[in-house]
């Protein structure tokens, strides 16, 4: 295990298996709807290039850059800082999040595709912190693993932008972020 890391939350097996599950579950949910997965930059980027390998129907997928956090906090506010590159009208969107805190994030970006009538909206995420959650507006309905409300890092979730390039999940050691 690495130095910085206190617990090891979900191995790269783990991961790869939660990928499966779920990719599983898409392609049999989207048959014939040719849905676009939404990578929401950058977390979700290593764990939508794992899960859409477990999809055999036709799909496409975009990226959006939000922004909410500054360390290891919530702020609340969210910043599109990169908008999708094709229109999402009438499409069946998948979002794709590498973790769910607060909520906030995703309720905004919720709020922006349903007024570009899209034809439905769904969330896929890997990690869910349920307690944390601060709004009631989001309910993913396809999770790979509920946690308890620590900060972790790896397979894109990062501590201050370091620590995506790990290929398995865990908690962070608070030493890394109290200094
Ligand atoms: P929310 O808006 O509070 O739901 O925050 C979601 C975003 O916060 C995620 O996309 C992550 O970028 C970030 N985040 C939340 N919890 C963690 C964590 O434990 N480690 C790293 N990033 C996190
Ligand atoms: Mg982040």
Redesign the pocket.
């Known amino acids: 295990m690495d130095s910085f890391i206190e617990e090891v939350i979900l191995s790269h097996d783990d991961i790869v298996a939660i990928c499966e599950r779920l990719g599983a579950q898409i392609t049999h949910d989207y048959q014939g709807k040719d849905p676009v997965l939404v990578g ?1 930059l950058k ?1 979700s980027v290593p764990f939508l290039a794992e899960l859409m390998k477990h999809i055999h129907t036709e799909c496409t997928i975009d990226f959006m850059h939000t922004s ?2 500054a360390g290891v906090t ?1 702020t609340g506010s ?1 910043k599109v800082l990169h908008d999708l590159q094709h229109s999402c009208a009438g499409k069946h969107v998948i979002l794709v ?10 309720s905004k970006v919720m709020e922006l595709l349903k007024d570009r009538a899209a034809s439905s909206v769904e969330i896929v995420t890997l990690l869910d ?1 349920k307690e ?1 959650r601060k709004t009631t507006h989001v309910t993913p309905k396809y999770i790979g693993a509920a946690i308890p409300s ?4 790896g397979f894109g ?3 201050e932008e370091h620590y995506r390039n790990l290929d398995y999940i865990g908690v962070l050691k608070p030493e890394i972020y109290m200094k």
């Open positions: 929401l977390g909410s956090y919530s969210v999040e590498d973790i769910i805190d607060t909520g906030y994030t995703l912190k944390a620590k900060f972790v890092v979730l990062d501590y």
